[in-house]
């Protein structure tokens, strides 16, 4: 009886990574499409500057092209939220990114919608701009606050340093209604200065340890939403100063 022949030995197959949830150009038309609109809308509210403004204007004119990139993305974040919803889909929101894009988004369109009607109602009927402008935050107000609420309680299994950054969003929004309901005054300047830095530190932290610890969980909708958050507190934070600096010249 003949000794059987060795198995000769099997080539090794790679493992396969984990897929990658890239931006789909669908995702990046939507994410242009938010854009415009909201870059529309800058130019569109914006009143014409006096001469001796040229500067701020031109200051607030880079602004406001910064702002239109991260609005953008959560703007765009809602219509494919929608999209998916008419398709009967999952998958989004699902990752604390996901949540981000989607309640930012959702808070910025009710609140263009509120400065659109209130901008229109002042050139047509005449009253003083300033009695309309913060009441009409306040249902933008509120839907941030109860989407960041939902926010909390989707990422409660999630490592602390994400409930933490949510809490920070969670008491920002709440700090400001309660600041309203009060007649305190500057409550978006008391945003910009002590609330935005807080979490846009908190949330660059909850990212920096999701890239350390499970980076292929997550897909690059979660990465847009926590650049496009913290990108929008950066400006938030960054725009009182500058306007200050250029009081001072």
């Known amino acids: 009886m003949s000794e059987a022949e060795p198995t000769p030995p099997q080539p090794s197959v790679p493992l396969a990574?984990?897929?990658r949830n890239r931006l789909s150009i669908a995702q990046l038309m939507l994410?242009?499409?938010?854009?415009?609109?909201?870059?529309?809308?800058f130019r569109l509210f914006r009143q014409q500057p006096q001469p001796d403004t040229g500067r701020i204007d031109t200051i607030l004119s880079v602004f406001y092209l910064a702002y239109s990139l991260p609005l953008g993305a959560q703007v765009g974040s809602v219509f494919l939220w929608v999209a998916r919803r008419w398709r009967r889909q999952g998958g989004f929101p699902v990752q604390p990114g996901h949540w981000l894009l989607l309640v930012g988004g959702f808070a910025h369109l009710l609140s263009w919608t509120g400065y659109a009607i209130g901008h229109f109602a002042v050139r047509f009927f005449i009253f003083d701009e300033s009695a309309w402008w913060l009441p009409i935050e306040i249902p933008a107000l509120l839907v941030a606050l109860v989407g960041y609420a939902l926010t909390w309680a989707n990422v409660r299994r999630e490592q602390g340093i994400w409930r933490l950054a949510v809490t920070c969003l969670v008491v920002e929004y709440a700090l400001i209604l309660l600041m309203l309901a009060f007649a305190v005054i500057r409550p978006i300047q008391f945003q910009g200065t002590c609330c935005a830095p807080v979490c846009a530190v908190l949330l660059l932290l909850a990212g920096i340890s999701d890239l350390a610890n499970r980076s292929s969980?997550?897909?690059?909708?979660?990465?847009?939403?926590?650049?496009?958050?913290v990108t929008v507190c950066i400006l938030q934070a960054s725009l009182p100063l500058v306007m200050r600096w250029l009081m001072a010249l």
């Open 31 to 41: 994410w242009t499409l938010g854009s415009a609109l909201i870059l529309g809308g």
């Open 217 to 229: 969980e997550r897909d690059y909708l979660h990465w847009t939403g926590i650049a496009a958050t």
């Open 17 to 19: 990574e984990p897929p």
